[in-house]
């Protein structure tokens, strides 16, 4: 400001002068001139400089703006003035970068702990979020779905046309499809900005949960009705009178008391099956005498094996030791392996027999019978699966007799599978966890 004010000064003092004394008019050209020069010289003087600091505080905020650096101290006032906005502008916008930069972190967070597939896309169908299970979900990375259109993707033409919908109704749609041999459900939210949130779960166990409670209703209300159309049928034949034929009168009884203990069994299985379900029979894991509970299930078996003429073998050592178990739940699955061996085998053999491997017992119900197809092994252990049905039922079976086994196995912490093939028999194993001494 000084460069500018001596100038003026010194003009009026010119001025001041030649009002103030009588001076030839030569000189007073002169001095008037000379004022006149000095002030331009001033003003000229000011301005360049002026004009140096704008272009320097043209290049320092041009600096600040591309490369966040900070804008120098100046002796201007006005400069000054100029400095403090910019600097209180540039600790705002750190400030906001932080939190859009902890924001970010946020957001990845919860991308990645989301379970389900979440897409957020604009209104031309790109992606421009997903989770971290979404890549999984439909089959790509998840880097590789940023920037794809939707229905690359998703091929679905349910899809398409609920994102139609959406996009016309403006309302959240509902979605259920198959992709990759998966069902999925969820639903398309329009969200602000001309942007969609797609949000999609795999409900595959859930629909496979259903269609199990929906055969398991359908298996035992057929398992009863057979038996209870068998009674009806012979209890009205009696009522028409054929209870008065001494020959006729013993059979029918005799058949209605076999479907009496066959629905009898039936329901105690499901009781059985149930309990073990919901853990209402778990009982304490302790140490099991595998040769006396196998003795005695042989014994029991003895009978019929010798009935059919089949060798029943025998073959766990007297020093066997102690396994981990259940003693009631161990006695049930040996009974019903050893009584399906014999029901199904028509000449040779049925062995019970066990050994030690990696600290593990290993029990084995072998027989000489016709063998499983391998299609009919990863189905056997389901509830009501019979390889012979006419067969099974005659024998006077449930079909829940190994779904019942390999929970009950698996109750005591073992594993029970089978090893067999059509023609060579059959051999259904266990292995249960042995005591330390």
Aim: glycine share 6%; net charge negative; proline share 3%.
């Amino acid at each position: 400001m000084l460069e500018r004010f001596i100038p003026s000064a010194l003009l009026s003092f010119a001025v001041g002068v030649v009002c103030s004394f009588s001076l030839p008019r030569t000189i007073i050209f002169l001095i008037v001139a000379l004022a006149l020069l000095a002030f331009f010289l001033g003003e000229f003087s000011a301005s360049r400089r002026m004009g140096k600091r704008q272009e320097q505080l043209l290049v320092d905020l041009k600096k600040f703006v591309e490369e966040g650096t900070h804008l120098p101290s100046c002796p201007d006032e006005v400069l000054d003035g100029i400095r403090g906005l910019f600097s209180a502008l540039e600790k705002q916008l750190q400030e906001k970068t932080q939190k859009l930069s902890a924001a970010e972190q946020e957001l990845e967070l919860i991308l990645s702990a989301i379970e389900d597939c979440v897409l957020l896309i604009d209104s031309e169908q790109n992606i421009l979020l997903a989770s971290d299970a979404s890549g999984e979900l439909l089959g790509w990375e998840r880097e590789q779905l940023l920037g794809q259109h939707l229905y690359r993707v998703i091929r679905a033409a349910e899809v398409r046309k609920k994102m139609a919908l959406a996009q016309e109704e403006g309302t959240r749609q509902q979605l259920e499809f198959q992709a990759l041999d998966r069902c999925l459900k969820g639903q398309i939210m329009p969200i602000t900005g001309n942007q969609y949130l797609i949000i999609l779960a795999d409900c595959t166990d859930q629909e496979r949960l259903q269609q199990v409670r929906r055969d398991f209703a359908s298996n035992v209300s057929h398992e009863l009705r057979t038996p209870l159309t068998s009674i009806q049928g012979f209890v009205e034949t009696l009522l028409d009178g054929a209870w008065q034929d001494p020959e006729a009168c013993p059979h029918f009884l005799k058949v209605i008391k076999r479907e009496t203990e066959r629905m009898v069994r039936l329901v105690a299985d499901l009781l059985d099956l149930s309990r073990l379900e919901t853990r209402q029979l778990d009982r304490p894991i302790v140490p099991v005498d595998l040769v006396k509970v196998a003795s005695r299930v042989v014994e029991l078996v003895e009978k019929k094996a010798k009935d059919k003429n089949l060798d029943l073998r025998f073959n766990i050592a007297d020093d066997f030791p102690l396994v981990m178990g259940d003693k009631d739940l161990l006695h049930q699955v040996l009974l019903n392996l050893l009584d399906n061996a014999i029901a199904y085998t028509e000449t040779g053999f049925v062995e019970l027999r066990a050994r030690v491997e990696q600290q593990k017992a290993r029990i084995e119900v072998r027989d000489s019978g016709p063998g499983i197809a391998p299609e009919d092994q990863e189905r056997i252990f389901e509830r009501f699966y019979r390889v012979d049905k006419a067969r099974s039922r005659h024998a006077g079976g449930t079909g829940l007799g190994l779904a019942i086994a390999r929970f009950s196995v698996e109750r005591m912490g073992g594993t029970l599978s089978l090893d067999s093939k059509v023609g060579e028999g059959s051999t259904f194993w266990l292995e249960l966890p042995v005591t330390s001494s």
